[in-house]
Nanobody
Framework: VQLQASGGGLVEAGGSLRLSCGVS????????MAWFRQAPGEERVFVAG????????YYTDSVKGRFTISRDNAKTTLYLQMNSLKPEDTAVYYC???????????????????WGQGTQVTVSS
């Protein structure tokens, strides 16, 4: 499985960005897909995720109501729409895939087998 993230950039507080993650290879159509982020000097943390076959979406509390995770019907692209951005959202954002992942491990970075290269999001105040 290969993941290719894009869409990061510099934006003012209150602005929006849309991250994309191209997905190729054998995902088996299942498991978990998610976005994580890592700020300088901090650990990589869960942002949003869902089961690749569909179903409920999950978010960390700090982004609920502002970020939306989705995918296209062909299951080739994962998205993260980010609205009302805040300076504290500044980080490198990573997409991740766990083709055999279980729901209880959705928020756990170490449970993911494949990672995109990361895309920088910087929000100025």
């Amino acid at each position: 499985v290969q993941l290719q993230a894009s869409g990061g950039g510099l934006v003012e507080a209150g602005g929006s960005l849309r991250l994309s993650c191209g997905v190729s290879g054998r995902t088996n159509g299942g498991g978990n897909m998610a976005w994580f982020r890592q700020a300088p000097g901090e650990e990589r943390v869960f942002v949003a995720g869902f089961r690749w076959n569909g179903g409920y979406t999950y978010y960390t509390d700090s982004v609920k109501g502002r970020f939306t995770i989705s995918r296209d019907n062909a299951k080739t692209t994962l998205y993260l729409q980010m609205n009302s951005l805040k300076p504290e959202d500044t980080a490198v954002y990573y997409c991740a895939a766990a083709p055999r992942g279980i729901l209880s491990m959705l928020r756990t970075a170490s449970a993911y087998d494949y990672w995109g290269q990361g895309t920088q999001v910087t929000v100025s105040s």
